[in-house]
DNA sequence: ATGTCTTTGTGAACGCGTGCACAAAGATGG
DNA sequence: CCATCTTTGTGCACGCGTTCACAAAGACAT
């Protein structure tokens, strides 16, 4: 998971949980799959293979949508496309603008996966003069004294930030003030906005470095019994918290 | 949270939540900001603040470590920050593959966050031929076809896929073959590995889709009492499950 | 119609994660 | 040495999410 969660809890909608639409975007995928090689029915069953879940958590997050399924046979495939995309607003048009027009953020307009699901780059907004008016993925690389004219024409709700860290606050500050209510961040800082607002975080850091903790873990039971990894004090808090201990993390 | 979650449950190592692993990144990067302002002691009160939790979970998260703190202090930063690096494993270097040098798979080679925290690009690695010996962030890429010596060679345990989504599996089953233990997943599937392990998927058009579901909630809950976004139906299940419904999803 | 067989939908139990609230610990000043 | 004040470390309770297990519902054959 790359996923960082940054929500507020009232998160609760109607009553679906957030962990349950978390996984609708799942189903969607492996439905969207079986309706073009033109799979009529699928059973819990087979569908949660498809997505990678436990299927008595598909039937039950398919529950709080309703009563969609046909017992003994399965569920429709295309019409629970059509209830799960309408579930998460998918069958709306999202304008998209992207802050940040660098390795990552070049990398997402030219991304398929957003075109494909509803979502649409309205713009591209970067803060470095030689960039504006190139074009990436197709799209004309606009200047961020824009942003807010930009947002607003174009009815943006949903911004993506790929900045530097550290000018994301302050893009973030003005997609705000500019009428976005949901940001998508991958610049490695945490962003605070006002409440009504939602933040959700990506950040490739720190997936690797929760898949070093587990490798690590992986590699030091090899040899059981050994003491752990590296070093040795694993006692109480003998050691005093000034001195000797090398500052082992580079910049 | 852009982080989607693909975990076996026997992730408990020594008797870390896996809740608190996922957040030590985040504390390690706040106390890498202090460290650098040569800040020496910061309380929890302090530390969660700039890491965007509650001061209670992060005293809770540290108590796992050890009681590294000094009541009436706070916690020593340099100390900290090597408490937490050696737990998560960052004390090492991490060799790493990219597999699939696209748009994100070169976004990536360029992360400046990698190269910071321990890791090391070791390798990149594309199947068209047309890119074996380009330079992408001063590391020529090599052909796909010698990815298995590539991560023998390197000792490398960490795998990234950036690939499109139909040779993922497939490159997935190469590289855990060759000796990979930890894989973290652009690509948008679902991918089957055997036990022992590791995926970390990272799904940007999930994240825009999560936003899309609070979005739409926001939107609808502006005019209270209306019906609720698009159609009307909300009543039980009346309607058959086939017929009338129209397929909005696009491919 | 009736019986059998498949698959859904959900009640209930369990475990993890979170947050409150407070006692213990130590620093600091007199 | 004692009193006070700050901040940690944690016991406890609560709520969410997951999983099991099964009854209800419908398809299908006879």
Same mark, same amino acid.
């Given at each position: 998971?790359?996923?960082?969660?940054?929500?507020?809890?009232?998160t609760?909608?109607?009553g679906?949980?957030?962990?349950?639409?978390?996984?609708?975007?799942?189903?969607?995928?492996?439905?969207?799959?079986?309706?073009?090689?033109?799979v009529?029915?699928?059973?819990?069953?087979e569908?949660?293979?498809?997505?990678?879940?436990?299927s008595a958590?598909l039937r039950?997050?398919?529950?709080?949508?309703?009563?969609?399924?046909?017992?003994?046979?399965?569920?429709?495939?295309?019409?629970?496309v059509?209830?799960?995309?309408?579930?998460?607003?998918?069958?709306?048009?999202w304008?998209?603008?992207?802050?940040?027009?660098?390795?990552?953020?070049?990398?997402?307009?030219?991304?398929?996966?957003?075109?494909?699901?509803g979502?649409?780059?309205?713009?591209?907004?970067?803060?470095?003069?030689?960039?504006?008016?190139?074009?990436?993925?197709?799209?004309?690389?606009?200047?961020?004294?824009? *942003?807010?004219?930009?947002?607003?024409?174009?009815g943006?709700?949903?911004?993506?930030? $790929?900045? +530097? /860290?550290?000018? %994301?606050? &302050?893009?973030?500050?003005?997609?705000?003030?500019?009428?976005v209510?949901?940001i998508?961040?991958?610049?490695?800082?945490v962003?605070?906005?006002?409440?009504?607002?939602?933040?959700?975080?990506?950040d490739?850091?720190?997936?690797?470095?929760? *898949?070093?903790?587990?490798?690590?873990?992986?590699?030091?039971?090899e040899?059981?019994? $050994?003491? +752990? /990894?590296?070093? %040795?004090? &694993?006692?109480?808090?003998?050691?005093?918290?000034?001195?000797?201990?090398?500052?082992?993390?580079?910049?």
């Amino acid at each position: 998971m790359a996923t960082g969660r940054t929500h507020r809890p009232a998160t609760r909608s109607r009553g679906i949980p957030e962990a349950t639409v978390a996984r609708l975007p799942l189903y969607l995928r492996a439905l969207t799959a079986l309706s073009e090689r033109s799979v009529p029915t699928v059973s819990s069953e087979e569908l949660a293979a498809a997505a990678g879940v436990n299927s008595a958590k598909l039937r039950k997050d398919f529950s709080y949508l309703g009563s969609y399924g046909t017992r003994g046979v399965g569920y429709d495939v295309e019409y629970l496309v059509y209830q799960i995309s309408r579930e998460l607003g998918l069958t709306q048009d999202w304008p998209v603008v992207i802050v940040g027009i660098g390795n990552l953020g070049a990398a997402l307009a030219n991304y398929g996966g957003f075109a494909s699901r509803g979502f649409r780059v309205a713009a591209l907004i970067d803060a470095d003069p030689a960039m504006t008016g190139r074009q990436v993925a197709g799209i004309a690389v606009q200047h961020s004294d824009d *942003l807010e004219k930009i947002v607003s024409d174009n009815g943006v709700s949903i911004g993506v930030i $790929t900045t +530097p /860290p550290g000018v %994301a606050q &302050q893009v973030c500050d003005r997609l705000v003030a500019a009428g976005v209510t949901s940001i998508l961040n991958f610049a490695p800082t945490v962003l605070s906005v006002p409440d009504g607002v939602d933040v959700r975080k990506v950040d490739l850091s720190i997936e690797l470095q929760i *898949l070093a903790f587990h490798e690590q873990r992986k590699a030091g039971e090899e040899h059981e019994g $050994t003491v +752990p /990894p590296v070093a %040795a004090h &694993q006692d109480s808090s003998e050691q005093g918290p000034d001195g000797d201990v090398p500052a082992v993390m580079p910049a």
